[in-house]
């Protein structure tokens, strides 16, 4: 079955500068990759997706990545704001239907 | 806001005891999901429905049943609660969104089973 692995576990900036954080996945047929972040004590909210015939996705300072060949997808934020601190989690899923795989998640701080 | 209400939010039950935790939909989607948080796991999926009466284990689902007896309803049931179940439990729906179908998720219920 799919197994998805994200990295770093944790991950601190300073307000301002980006973050990346990454997602490999290990089922090739796997073609939908949504983002959530997690704020705490509520649950995981998505922020942006991409398909797998789409290389990269972009929504204001988040952008996504995709890269097939490699089988890992990238979490981008830019200009990182102290309210971007939280939990984010990746997932894989290969069709409508079929259960979302999630990575074990990354929390971000961004330092004032 | 995908209509995705869990009750109850909090729950402190003794071990032993069954506890059962409801999730409510309002916009009529087919599959619904039960999903428990631990630290170090992320989300791992317990069981899911495709339908009324239709349900299917997921990766962590031993010691928990489900039922769904309406579209709107989805009912996870401890039958015997142990302390290894303390978790943050969320129920999602697959529904339209993103890119396409995505899930959406509840805001949790916090079991402590002690």
């Known amino acids: 079955g799919e197994n998805v692995e994200q990295h770093p576990s944790t991950l601190s900036v300073q307000e301002g500068d980006s973050a990346v954080i990454k997602c490999t996945y290990s089922?090739?047929?796997?073609?939908?990759f949504p983002w959530y972040k997690q704020e705490l004590g509520k649950g995981p909210q998505l922020i942006i997706d991409?398909?797998?015939?789409?290389g990269e996705k972009k929504d204001q300072r988040i952008a996504v990545t995709l890269n097939k060949t490699a089988k890992h997808f990238s979490l981008h934020i830019t200009e990182t704001q102290p309210e971007d601190s939280a939990v984010y989690f990746c997932?894989?899923?290969?069709?409508?239907?079929?259960?979302?795989?999630f990575g074990p998640g990354t929390r971000l701080s961004v330092l004032p | 806001d995908a209509g995705i209400t869990q009750s109850p939010r909090h729950k402190v039950t003794e071990t032993g005891t069954p506890v059962t935790l409801r999730c409510h939909q309002t916009?009529?989607?087919?599959?619904m999901y039960w999903y428990r948080q631990d630290p170090g796991h992320g989300l791992r999926l317990i069981h899911y429905?495709?339908?009324?009466?239709?349900?299917d284990k997921g990766e962590v689902s031993d010691g928990y049943s489900v039922s769904r007896s309406k579209t709107e309803d989805f009912l996870l049931t401890l039958e015997s609660a142990t302390s290894s179940q303390t978790s943050v439990y969320f129920c999602?729906?697959?529904?339209?969104?993103?890119?396409?179908?995505?899930?959406?998720f509840g805001e949790g219920s916090w079991l402590t089973v002690v």
């Open positions: 997932a894989a899923r290969r069709n409508y239907g079929q259960n979302f795989v």
């Open positions: 089922d090739s047929a796997s073609n939908y």
């Open positions: 991409i398909r797998s015939n789409v």
């Open positions: 916009e009529n989607h087919r599959y």
């Open positions: 429905s495709y339908g009324v009466k239709d349900t």
């Open positions: 999602a729906i697959n529904g339209a969104g993103g890119s396409g179908n995505t899930i959406y």
